[in-house]
């Protein structure tokens, strides 16, 4: 299957075929073929001819997954072209609505239990005199509202949690 | 020797004191607030007293509090660690009053050195070089001139109410002196309301070096080399060594009597930190002391083998130091890096939230003194340090590759920290020759240097192309568990527990 990524801003095109613990992949012209193993969740232990290299990946706020590989780190996200739609990763499970910057939470819109559609404004939160609405990020429902109006966030905090 | 210790203080030197404790047969007794339940630092405690809401200022920073924690427990003495309350004159006075020990220097000592005046006299009443200049502003020009001669140019002309690196001015020789005073007087008036300014001396790219001692209740005093922490960003440090690169053992030797005789004139006991500026010619001046342990000791404990928690509870306890002056040899390098909970590409600004994975890194030659755990979550009150990551070697050059190594091999996730901005730092080539000042750090944060280190893409793409590979694999087999029969995948369910875990 067919991929775009963009890795550290840099956009690679990829095609990935994957069986069992053997991967046949292009990047861009260069060809690998790879032996994977998984060692634990999120370390990808992948062989390449006699070199063997570390990669462990997490998924920082649902935007990007995190890379670390050779003492590199890198930022990841990828676009499935055959089907247009951005990776399926962030949408499983619990998924966290963070503060994009710090600033002060002026409204708490919904309370745990609601319903929430994707993209519903979850909190207001105002920094540097602009009103920003979160929204959720899947639909589902509220299992916790973490901040109350008038309380002060940090950049990245924990708003809300979806699931 | 003391049965039980009270820490009045949290995170990583909290569980470093416990550690103290628990070696040498003491109760260490830990206090938390709100927050802070299931901190490492109250993990590690045998008995831990709750002493109020997460904000310092209602909970560590409240004397009456801590000192009922310490009678609640029956603790014989207090160690104040770094912070909160370490150099509060009247934190220690209240402690002497309520008949407990102080693991720190008397309030006398803590007064004198605290305000920076005082601190400068005492120095100089030591016969140890200051920063050349006045403290008292300037009346005239022609005193201002006179004074420039003897200071010798460049110059700082500096407003006496200013700060924070406003109100600072440049002035290389005498031609620019008469417009640069004028200019600054105005600046100084409209910016602070107050048109005095005074002169120091320009030190250009100068280096900040230390001088750890320590005293015991029987006279004598004892300096532990120094440390060199001139890798600072908005004057906060990041990374320390022990040596400083740029010292041989006779200006050791000067400084540290330099520092022992500052250290004698305050009538200092117990461990503390004699802080100079280097200039470029090597000569050091005096800039102030610090009445306390600090955040960076263990790279001395590593070259010099000594354990200065152990000392401090030892001096207090009313013991002799454990060692002479000639006793104290330093060996090899050591190098520490403060890992935060900060996004380096976000202005630094704190990162919390939940460590999902921490991966702590070991092998020979590895310290790490750490206050977080893999499911903690990093509170927002608080200083973000999550741990202090050290490595000692043979050579200075070894310290550097083991700390390269070490940086590669520590992995945190679920939240941004400072880790890549070291790794990229231990892999720079100015910082590995040990050529900074402490300008280094901000040059080396200048978008035009980031631009340039991002830019240079390497001639080999095999890592970009692995990660992108990676990348797929990782977002397949996430969107596979997430169609699973099972409600949840497993990395979320984990996430749902930890979450969970923190609430109760």
């Known amino acids: ?132 609405e979160i929204k959720s990020t899947k639909a589902g429902r509220i299992l916790e509202v973490r901040v109350a109006e008038g309380e002060s ?11 | 020797m003391f049965s039980k210790l009270l820490i009045a203080n949290r995170g990583e030197i909290a569980v470093r004191i416990a550690r103290a404790c628990r070696e040498m047969g003491i109760s260490p007794v830990a206090v938390y607030s709100d927050a802070d339940r299931a901190s490492l630092h109250v993990r590690v405690a045998e008995q831990a007293v709750h002493i109020g809401p997460s904000a310092s200022n209602e909970s560590y920073l409240v004397i009456e509090k801590i000192i009922a924690a310490a009678r609640q427990v029956g603790a014989d003495a207090i160690h104040p660690g770094y912070g909160f309350l370490s150099e509060n004159a009247g934190f220690a006075q209240a402690v002497e009053d309520a008949g407990l020990i102080l693991i720190g220097p008397p309030a006398s000592a803590m007064r004198l050195m605290g305000s920076k005046t005082s601190a400068r006299i005492a120095a100089q009443t030591a016969g140890v070089p200051l920063v050349p200049g006045t403290t008292n502003s300037l009346a005239t020009l022609q005193e201002a001139e006179s004074v420039a001669e003897a ?36 600046e100084a008036a409209s910016s602070f309301n107050d048109a005095s300014v005074y002169i120091e001396k320009y030190i250009d790219r100068p280096r900040h070096v230390e001088i750890q001692l320590i005293g015991d209740h029987h006279g004598n005093i004892v300096y532990l080399g120094e440390r060199e922490c001139s890798l600072q ?50 000569n050091f001046y005096f800039l102030e002391m610090n009445t306390r342990l600090q955040v960076e000791h263990p790279v001395t404990e590593l070259v010099t083998g000594r354990d200065l928690v152990h000392e401090q509870i030892r001096v207090a306890a009313g013991e ?19 890992i935060y909970a900060e996004d380096p590409d976000n202005g630094f600004l704190p990162s919390p939230g939940v460590i999902t994975r921490l991966v702590e890194p070991a092998g020979p030659g590895v310290r790490y003194d750490s206050g977080s755990y893999q499911g903690w979550e990093v509170p927002i009150f608080y200083d973000p340090l999550l741990a202090k990551l050290c490595v000692w070697a043979e050579t200075r050059e070894a310290a550097v590759h083991r700390l390269t190594r070490v940086l590669d091999e520590y992995t945190i996730e679920g939240i941004s920290t400072t880790l890549p901005f070291f790794r990229a730092i231990a892999r720079d080539p100015e910082f590995r020759r040990g050529e900074f000042d402490t300008g280094f750090i901000d040059r080396f944060l200048d978008p035009d240097a980031r631009a340039k280190r991002s830019n240079d893409v390497p001639a080999d793409p095999t890592l ?28 979320s369910r984990w996430k749902l527990e930890a979450r969970l875990a923190q609430r109760r």
């Open chain 2, 233 to 282: 960003r908005r004057h906060q440090k990041v990374i320390e060594e022990c040596p400083s690169p740029v010292l041989d053992e006779g200006l050791r030797q000067r400084m540290g009597e330099a520092a022992v005789k500052v250290a004698r004139a305050a009538g200092y006991v117990n461990a503390g930190t004699v802080e100079f500026l280097l200039d470029e010619q090597r």
């Open chain 1, 1 to 132: 299957m067919k991929y775009e990524a963009e890795i550290n801003g840099h956009q690679i095109s990829l095609e990935v075929e994957q069986h069992n613990g053997r991967v046949v992949a292009r990047a861009g012209k260069r060809s690998y073929d790879l032996e994977v193993a998984t060692p634990e969740r999120g370390v990808y232990l992948m062989f390449l001819g006699d070199q063997v290299h570390e990669v462990r990946i997490w998924s920082a706020d649902g935007n990007f997954l995190q890379v670390t590989v050779g003492g590199r780190q890198f930022t990841a996200n990828i676009i499935d072209r055959k089907h247009r739609r951005v990776s399926e990763h962030r949408l499983e499970g619990p998924q966290q609505i963070i503060a994009p910057m710090p600033g002060k939470v002026v409204r708490v819109l919904l309370k745990p239990g609601d319903e929430v559609a994707a993209g519903q404004g979850v909190v207001i939160v105002e920094a540097m005199k602009m009103q920003n």
């Open chain 2, 464 to 491: 970009a192309d692995l990660a992108a590979i990676t990348a797929v694999l990782h977002t397949k087999a996430s969107a596979r568990g997430a169609e699973s029969s099972q409600p949840r995948s497993a990395e």
């Open chain 2, 151 to 186: 200071v010798g140019y460049p110059i700082m002309l500096k407003a006496a109410s200013g700060g924070g690196g406003k109100g600072m001015r440049l002035v290389r020789s005498r031609d620019e002196l008469a417009s640069a005073y004028s200019l600054a007087q105005s």
């Open chain 1, 153 to 163: 966030v940090n950049n990245k905090q924990v708003l809300a949690i979806v699931e």
């Open chain 2, 320 to 338: 002799k130091l454990s060692f002479s002056q000639d006793d104290i040899l330093m060996r090899g390098a050591a190098i520490e890096c403060r």
